[in-house]
């Protein structure tokens, strides 16, 4: 079986979280501050890096409103945010390390 891809990828309607339904019907809904502290670039990466992990990261309004979702070739998506943060690419494999559907079904089931 290939890796699973997004079908459809949609805001919820309070649009605090971004939801993915993947091609093998797992329904992930992400938190905007889940997405925003786990952004895969370079910057962000080095910032949790340098302040650790009991860093909690605050975030303002614009920081956590989720302007648009780009496609970026067959793998990954681009999220770009109010506060102008646009490099973080969220490959598909990642997002599904990072679905709290899909953490929380893996506790139970073992
Ligand atoms: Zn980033």
Known sequence: MSAPVPQK?????DRKALQITWSDEVVCTYPMPLLRKNC???TC???????GSFYIPLFTAESLHLMDVRQQGHY???L???DGHHSGIYDYPYL???CPEIIASAGTES
């Open 9 to 13: 990828i949609r805001l919820t309607d």
């Open 40 to 42: 895969p670039c370079a």
């Open 45 to 51: 990466q080095k910032d949790f890096e340098e302040k």
């Open 76 to 78: 990954a998506i681009q």
């Open 80 to 82: 770009v945010w109010g």
């Open 96 to 98: 599904r390390t990072l």
